[in-house]
């Protein structure tokens, strides 16, 4: 399975667009892009998930390179709300598991 | 739909006792995971499920049992507790295999071994 990078920490501001880095450097053809997030002491959530094509839905944007090499998840405006940890996860299709790493812990400042 | 539930909220046991963390769904879910959480840690997969009666091991199943006698409930078992499995547990079920479909997370319990 593919690892992937992600800054550990990041701040941004209320009301602005975050952009948060991925990098899947090995990703193999048949591995989806995912992401999830785990506000303070919660079960994660579900954010977006793609393969190839960038994905909208009504939380946020996954824009994959054309390499698949990096991803960015975008949150248009970010809320207070939005402070958590985000987990980007490589996995291929039809693998029976998610496997988490250290995620980045995003900090939305007012 | 309750979605996904665990019980209890909270447990602290001493070493070497037994108990069973319980986790159910009532989404016909097929796919279900417990997952294991340390302090400032990523999640670790303990073991999971495809289906009733079908079982695996995940990362880190040592200390650790399931079982799957029906599609809504999947119990985790700590044979002997140990300080090492103080850690947050959560419980995970989705349709289809996490990798491509949405995985539904319970509210977790933490577990406390003295």
């Known amino acids: 399975d593919a690892k992937t990078t992600q800054p550990p920490s990041m701040d941004c501001a209320e009301g602005r667009a975050a952009n948060l880095p991925c990098n899947h450097s090995?990703?193999?053809?048949?591995?989806?892009v995912y992401w999830y997030r785990q506000i303070h002491s919660q079960g994660p959530q579900y954010i977006i998930h793609?393969?190839?094509n960038n994905e909208t839905n009504e939380m946020a944007s996954l824009i994959i390179t054309e390499d698949r090499k990096s991803s960015t998840l975008i949150l248009p405006h970010a809320t207070l709300r939005d402070t958590a940890v985000y987990y980007c996860?490589?996995?291929?299709?039809?693998?029976?598991?998610?496997?988490f790493g250290g995620g980045t812990r995003v900090l939305v400042k007012p | 739909n309750a979605g996904v539930t665990q019980t209890p909220k909270f447990q602290v046991l001493k070493t070497g006792q037994s108990m069973t963390l319980q986790c159910a769904q009532d989404?016909?879910?097929?796919?279900m995971s417990w997952y294991r959480q340390d302090p400032g840690m990523g999640l670790r997969l303990i073991h999971y499920?495809?289906?009733?009666?079908?079982?695996d091991q995940g990362e880190v199943p040592n200390g650790y049992n399931v079982s799957r006698s029906t599609t809504e409930d999947f119990p985790l078992r700590l044979l002997s507790a140990a300080p090492s499995q103080t850690s947050v547990y959560f419980c995970?079920?989705?349709?289809?295999?996490?990798?491509?479909?949405?995985?539904?997370f319970g509210p977790g319990t933490r577990l406390t071994v003295l």
């Open positions: 995970a079920s989705s349709y289809a295999s996490p990798s491509t479909d949405t995985q539904y």
């Open positions: 090995t990703i193999s053809g048949n591995e989806y």
């Open positions: 793609g393969l190839k």
């Open positions: 996860i490589v996995e291929k299709a039809a693998g029976n598991k998610l496997t």
């Open positions: 989404m016909n879910h097929e796919y």
């Open positions: 499920s495809v289906g009733a009666g079908i079982t």
